[in-house]
């Protein structure tokens, strides 16, 4: 019996994978290999166990509030990865902080939520040289506070014009961020981004019954926003995505999401990785995804800090390890390398065994299933 999966395309051209058929016995040669060599990580790998950040502060830079939550003491001994959040037109820090809760996904980070110059305002002020400095200074910042910084591993995302500034800075200062994401924003002010840049990997979350996003263009700004991300694909600004599967969203009595899928774009010559959380809700709504903001929706925090988690651990992967067996994308800091040499083990052990995997997606809590590389897939029927 052929074992690859099956491409499934349905009417409105969403594609899944269906009959991805394991067979009994392969299942059970890699769970007893797995129950002898990985029993230590397993914990880690298929539940995250987010407690949130217990300590808070707030502090002043450049005449602007900067709100920073962070681990208890204990977790400060080594440098951990800082995420900004940037706010929309409007809105405080301390609403922004409510909001999305970004602070309460991850218990291993620093999460920063800084003001625009002027508090509440309109829009951030894109490439002001005030901007620019600001936002290099935040790390430093944080740093002579007391806290190890992890100064490869920097990332911004933001909410309405938070995101558009989030795009823009990816770009126009690759060498400070790690990544970026977008929700309910797009790309803004062009005319001052450098084109020549390739900018760093994107996530874009981007519903398609947004009132806000309708009125500066709508579909119209999606679409300039992907071809200006993918702008140096070999393939061109709008060539397709490699990868298209639905988001399996929280079971509720009612929802209000009438669809959502998951888009990406992998790195391709100059043109660094693309993911887009395409959705739409029953209802207009300019709100950051969450189920406290519409019923049945996914968390917008959660899969954009998965994003970042997932391109720090590369990072570390291309650093630490050059183990063909082991997929970078699946290290975790708070796992122990002796870990990851029994992966590697049971890796060389299963690949006899399980055929290939489709391609995965990214990881939720919730629902997105964390892949142990050749043993756990995603199933689409």
Known sequence: MDDTPEVKTDAIGRQ????????????????AVLALLLVP????????????????????????????????APLR????????????????IHEMANRTRYHEVMNSALVLYPDMRIPMGDSWEYNAS??????????????????????SQVFIVGHSSGGSMSLFL????????????????????????????????????????????????????FFTSLRQLRRHDPAGPTANPSYVTEVVLPGTQTSG?????????????????????????????????SQRAVPGAFDASV?????????????????LWRLRSVRPEILRPDVSAAFYVAHAAAHAAAALLLPPLPPTRPMDSWAWTYTVDLTIAVVQN
Not at 171 to 180: G, I, K, Q, T, Y
Not at 303 to 319: C, G, L, M, P, Y
Request: glycine share 8%; hydrophobic share 45%; no cysteine.
């Open 170 to 221: 990816q770009n126009n200062m690759p060498d400070l961020f790690r990544a970026a994401a977008a929700v309910e924003a797009g790309v803004g002010r062009l005319e001052e981004w450098y084109n020549q840049s390739s900018g760093r990997p994107v996530m874009l979350v981007w519903n398609h019954n947004d009132p806000v996003l309708q009125a500066f263009g709508g579909e119209s700004l």
């Open 41 to 72: 990580g397993l914990k880690h790998m298929f539940s995250r166990g987010a407690s949130g950040l217990s300590m808070k502060l707030e502090f002043r830079l450049d005449n602007r509030s900067v709100l920073l939550y962070a681990p208890a």
């Open 77 to 92: 001994a080594k440098p951990l990865p800082m995420v900004v959040v940037l706010h929309g037109s409007g809105t405080s």
């Open 130 to 151: 005030s901007e620019m400095s600001f936002f290099r200074a935040l790390p430093h910042t944080v740093a002579k506070a007391g806290y190890k910084v992890d100064f």
């Open 303 to 319: 899969i954009t800090w998965d994003v970042f988690w997932r391109k720090a651990q590369t990072a570390r992967a291309e650093a």
């Open 16 to 31: 899944g994978y269906g009959n991805i058929k394991w067979l009994p016995f392969k299942v059970g040669a890699v769970a």
């Open 257 to 289: 999401v009438a669809y959502a899928e998951w888009m990406a774009w992998p790195a391709a010559g100059r043109a660094s990785s693309l993911e887009v959380v395409s959705w739409k809700t029953w209802n207009p709504t300019h709100s950051w995804a």
